[in-house]
């Protein structure tokens, strides 16, 4: 029987663009911006008053993680009890952006007038990492809990993968804006004109805010849960809710296979470019070598992702997972050959084509992943269960994928010299053989996933005859 297909209307195209792309406006300063932020104010703190550096950004990372999965689960399990979300996710954007643009206030001179005492700048820092749990708080409340779980709510299995094409290019788009459009407030040449570049991301976030108030209809009126809070919250984790949900739960540990891989060497992506492969990041011309590759990358990967949700939406999303890891597997292996390559032109047509494949399959297989996801969430417990999915998706890949990126990048032993003066290793193209060796193990719960398709197929075929 072929499906219905079900079109997302204008508002809701605009709700899910608009909305989305502005929490991850959000999302790129803490995960691209934050720790070159702290590794300023160690610059430009006095030499007795330096800190360590690894260490404020090891603890900066595990406590945003811890701070977004718990969130989630809290505050989605708070709304699936009392079945809103557009409150959470207009007061949530408007108080993130405000948070966001509070980094601005943060420097080693203001925090030494807040607090008149030596080793300014790791009062600095910690003032950073505290108000990044209160930023990641906001954002998790207002984007990972309930914007995820009104997208859920508010799209159908016939049209799901599509909608995810679009919002898992919006990550690209956000680093590719604020790259092109604001990176130069961040560098010497541009002043090093932190404060402002907080305040124009955290004032888009929160006007977004203000305007979601009126874009987003007014939510009807639906009887609270019955069910108790915190019974709420331990839902996702009952033996029965997982034998009951079991095709959910190895989707997600597909997912965590993926997001782990991922960590081992998405993290030092752009290092690894520019210092490992030598792909040039300077010169007179605004288009240097570094900004070809990057710009290929993100552009055609954002397009043809999109292909890959209208496909998976047409054929069905069990056709598109295995060709989608696929491209991403091979993406990683080739990125693994670009230091290799003795022409300076040839390497930047080696790496803006593995880098293009890389990230088509970094963008394609979440669509296929989180497509699944939501389809098999149950229905009036999208919140408390996109908790869930952050502990495979973000806390556990997270905690495991870049600790083993760093040791590796830590065997090679040659280091370079950043723009404050740090010392860091310089990333090492053996992490994508590692990071492809992880992802070879998504094969075992995609086995079961299809075992359990082919078993549903056949008892489905025998009730009709």
Same mark, same amino acid.
């Given at each position: 029987m072929e499906k219905t297909k079900e079109k997302v209307g204008i508002r809701l195209w605009l709700i899910f663009i608009i909305v989305g792309l502005a929490g991850q406006f959000a999302w790129s300063i803490e995960n691209m911006y934050l720790n070159t932020y702290i590794g300023y104010l160690n610059f430009t703190a006095v030499a007795a008053e330096k800190f360590d550096y690894s260490l404020i950004i090891a603890i900066t990372t595990a406590l945003s993680a811890v701070t977004a999965t718990l969130t989630t689960l809290l505050m989605g399990g708070l709304m699936d009890k $009392?079945?809103?979300?557009? $409150?959470?996710?207009?007061?949530?954007? #408007?108080?993130?952006? $405000? *948070? =966001?643009?509070?980094?601005? !206030? !943060?420097?080693?001179?203001?925090?030494t007038a807040l607090i008149p005492i030596q080793m300014a700048a790791? =009062? &600095? &820092?910690?003032?950073? $990492?505290?108000?990044?749990?209160c930023m990641t708080f906001f954002g998790s409340t207002a984007n990972d809990a309930a914007f995820n779980s009104y997208v859920t709510q508010n799209t159908k299995d016939s049209n799901r993968a599509k909608v995810e094409g679009v919002l898992s290019i919006l990550p690209l788009i956000s680093m590719l804006v604020i790259f092109v459009g604001l990176n130069g407030l961040t560098t010497k040449d541009g002043g090093y004109k932190w404060d402002l570049f907080f305040y124009i991301?955290?004032?888009?976030?929160? #006007?977004v805010g203000i305007v979601a108030l009126f874009l987003i209809p007014k939510e009807d009126k639906v009887a609270k849960s019955n069910q108790p809070y915190f019974r709420l919250l331990v839902e996702g984790f009952k033996p029965t809710t997982i034998k009951t949900n079991k095709k959910l739960y190895l989707i997600l540990i597909a997912y965590f296979?993926? &997001? =782990? *891989? =991922?960590?081992?060497?998405?993290?030092? #992506?752009?290092i690894y470019v520019e210092k490992t492969c030598q792909i040039a990041n300077t010169g007179s011309s605004f288009l240097t070598s570094f900004a070809i590759v990057m710009a290929v990358a993100l552009l055609g990967g954002s397009l043809l992702s999109v292909i890959f949700g209208n496909l998976a939406d047409k054929y069905g999303k069990s056709k598109m997972i295995i060709p989608t890891l696929v491209t991403y597997g091979v993406g990683i292996f080739m990125m693994f050959f670009g230091e290799y390559i003795a022409s300076d032109v040839g390497r930047t047509v080696y790496m803006s084509i593995s880098t293009l494949i890389m990230i088509l399959g970094f963008v394609a297989v979440p669509t296929i992943l989180n497509a699944f996801v939501r389809e098999y969430i149950p229905k009036g417990k999208e919140g408390v269960f996109m908790g869930v999915r952050m502990i495979f998706v973000v806390l556990l890949p997270m905690c495991i994928g870049p600790f083993i990126g760093d040791a590796i990048n830590g065997v090679g032993g040659s280091v370079y010299i950043d723009d404050f003066g740090v010392k860091n290793n310089i990333p090492s193209n053996y992490a994508y053989l590692a990071a492809l060796a992880i992802l070879a193990l998504v094969v075992i719960p995609l086995i079961f996933i299809f075992k359990n398709n082919i078993k549903e197929e056949i008892k489905n075929n025998g009730n009709k005859e």
């Open positions: $009392i079945k809103h979300r557009k $409150i959470f996710i207009c007061i949530g954007y #408007l108080v993130w952006g $405000i *948070a =966001t643009a509070s980094f601005g !206030l !943060l420097n080693v001179g203001s925090s790791v =009062t &600095a &820092a910690i003032m950073v $990492i505290v108000i990044d749990c991301i955290g004032g888009i976030v929160s #006007l296979v993926f &997001a =782990t *891989a =991922t960590q081992v060497f998405f993290p030092y #992506l752009m």
